[in-house]
């Protein structure tokens, strides 16, 4: 794991308090609005392009840690979700949509560093990354419409078409982009000056997305900063949650300690990059959904590389050999 991935969250954060103080300082509002979207875009695009679906096949031989994993993200994440939104932010629709929008949208590109850091399966967790994203592209509308309820307050032709610009379209511009570098260039070309130079932009287009969005919003930030930190609780309740329950099943459907690692980060990683794309296209007049979904990696990377810690699993240590 580079130094750079290990300071996100920090660098986040220091993105984030940049952006806040120049856009109380500076009138850049207006400028920095028109840099979120394409930033973001940008940024899911040189994600997805470093997606590879051959590794789908492999989800075949883990069978019941794939199934354990949809069950957990797909239905059981999004009645937590709903559960925490109701009983501990019902006073605040724009938080609850926030909140929401974090929690059903599995991680699709850093967990897999994560998973790489505990001495999990790694290539069942990169064939789970097109099939969470496909499932989280089909659902997520639902899950807004359904679970948000009176709080979303949008119709449902606006929010496909959302979820069509931010997730539809980059996927698809990414695919044309591995399968024609591929095809006229090469598999090493492509990995060299495709997929290389494309892992390098996403941390940084993420920070530009965060810094703009911050000093687009920095007076609706400023008036809302207590009510932001409802949020901490939410987020506490489910970063403890999902590791203990997805521990507790490996060990009780006795998967090795490889699946069991797998199972917790995919289980416990989400997509706030997906997640902040969407409420930036589908909710533009109601700024203070955006800026909750920011509050989730600040708290979600750390608890990651403890998690990751916490659940390593040992290498099997050499026998030594026995004296003739």
């Known amino acids: 794991m580079s130094l750079a991935e290990r300071l996100q969250g920090l660098l986040?954060?220091?993105a984030a308090l940049v952006g806040l103080?120049?856009?109380l300082a500076l009138p850049i509002?207006?400028?920095?609005e028109h840099a979120v979207l394409p930033a973001l875009l940008v940024m899911l695009t040189a994600v997805f392009v470093q997606m590879d679906a051959a590794h789908v096949g492999?989800?075949?031989r883990a069978k019941t840690l794939v199934a354990t994993s949809l069950v957990l993200n797909f239905v059981f994440t999004p009645a937590l979700a709903w559960a925490l939104g109701a009983g501990l932010l019902g006073g605040e629709p724009d938080l609850r949509i926030g909140l929401l929008l974090l929690l059903v949208t599995p991680c699709t590109d850093w967990y897999l560093v994560f998973t790489a850091m505990a001495r999990g399966h790694t290539g069942i967790a990169a064939a789970l990354l097109p099939v969470n994203l496909v499932l989280q592209l089909v659902l997520l509308p639902v899950y807004v419409l359904l679970l948000g309820g009176q709080a979303a307050m949008v119709d449902a032709a606006t929010l496909a078409e959302s979820v069509l610009l931010v997730l539809v379209v980059p996927?698809?511009?990414?695919?044309v982009l591995r399968w024609a570098s591929a095809r006229f260039k090469g598999a090493a070309w492509r990995q060299r000056y495709v997929m290389g130079p494309a892992s390098l932009l996403v941390l940084p287009l993420l920070y530009v997305a965060v810094l703009a969005m911050?000093?687009?919003q920095a007076r609706t930030v400023l008036e809302h900063g207590t009510e932001l930190l409802a949020l901490l609780v939410p987020l506490a309740i489910f970063f403890v949650l999902l590791p203990l329950i997805a521990t507790g099943l490996s060990r009780l459907l006795r998967l090795t300690a490889a699946h069991r690692v797998t199972l917790t980060m995919t289980t416990t990683a989400r997509n706030s990059p997906i997640a902040l794309a969407i409420a930036v296209a589908a909710f533009p007049d109601r700024p203070l959904i955006a800026v909750a979904?920011?509050?989730?990696p600040l708290l979600e990377l750390p608890v990651l590389a403890l998690i990751a810690q916490l659940v390593r699993t040992r290498r099997p240590t050499p026998k030594a050999a026995l004296p003739l």
Do not use: I, K, S, Y
């Open 58 to 60: 492999e989800v075949r």
């Open 293 to 296: 979904l920011v509050v989730g």
């Open 12 to 14: 986040v954060a220091a």
């Open 171 to 175: 996927l698809a511009l990414a695919m």
């Open 29 to 32: 509002g207006p400028a920095a």
């Open 214 to 216: 911050f000093a687009w």
């Open 21 to 23: 103080g120049t856009g």
